[in-house]
């Protein structure tokens, strides 16, 4: 059974750092590009960023670029987040996504694959 299974979220404060993990099962996710969404309370769900099967490549969204930065171990079939400077806009469930078929890779992709989510919310 193939899984993503996100972790690291919680409550923390603004301007603090969060690490989301994503660690996938079933399967080698390594030529898989890999994606993040977020989707907060009463609103669409948003594109965070994604990652090349390399991780040589990402892209990211405006609202993220320069504080989050998404890596990847494909030796240990996971992906990270690391987010740094948070907001209270960034409170959200953040998601891990798998795409099999990239190039290319980023927002508008269909992704195969879906985790759980897992819950970060930021005070101010």
């Known amino acids: 059974q193939v899984q993503l299974v996100e972790s690291g979220g919680g409550l923390a404060q603004a301007g603090a750092s969060l690490r989301l993990s994503c660690a996938a099962s079933?399967?080698?996710?390594?030529?898989?590009?890999m994606g993040w969404f977020r989707q907060a309370p009463g609103k669409e769900r948003e594109f965070v960023g994604a990652t090349s099967w390399s991780g040589s490549g990402s892209i990211y969204a405006d609202s993220v670029k320069g504080r989050f930065t998404i890596s990847r171990d494909n030796a240990k079939n996971t992906v990270y987040l690391q987010m740094n400077s948070l907001k209270p806009e960034d409170t959200a469930v953040y998601y891990c996504?798998?795409?099999?078929?990239?190039?290319?890779?980023?927002?508008?992709?269909?992704?195969?694959?879906w985790g759980q989510g897992t819950q970060v919310t930021v005070s101010s």
């Open positions: 079933g399967r080698t996710f390594s030529s898989d590009a």
């Open positions: 996504l798998a795409d099999r078929y990239p190039p290319p890779f980023g927002p508008n992709v269909e992704y195969d694959y």
